[in-house]
C-alpha cells in the first residue's frame, strides 16, 4: 500500500543525513498500526526499511482515487 512517511526524528528513525522530512513508499508489512515500509530514494537518500516508531514517524496510507462512476 502507498504511503507518506513524516519523518518527526531522523535519528531515532535510523535515516542518514540529507533526507528529507516527507519521504514517499510502500508499507510492506506489519499492520497499520505499526507499519513496516520501504522508502522511495530520493536525492542522495536511499531506499530505506523502516518500522514505525511512534515517536520518530507518522505513517500515512495513501489510497488510489477510484475510478468508475459516481451518482
Known amino acids: 500500500m502507498p504511503a507518506r512517511i ?4 531522523a535519528q531515532v528513525a ?10 514517499k513508499g510502500q508499507i510492506v508489512g506489519g ?6 515500509v520501504v522508502t522511495d530514494p530520493v536525492g542522495t537518500c536511499p531506499a530505506l526499511r523502516l518500522a514505525d516508531h511512534h515517536e520518530a514517524l ?3 496510507p495513501e489510497t488510489a482515487p477510484r475510478h468508475g462512476t459516481s451518482k
Open 6 to 9: 513524516h519523518v518527526i526524528d
Open 14 to 23: 535510523g535515516l542518514p543525513a540529507g533526507c528529507p522530512e516527507i519521504l
Open 31 to 36: 499492520s497499520l498500526q505499526y507499519p513496516v
Open 58 to 60: 507518522i505513517v500515512v
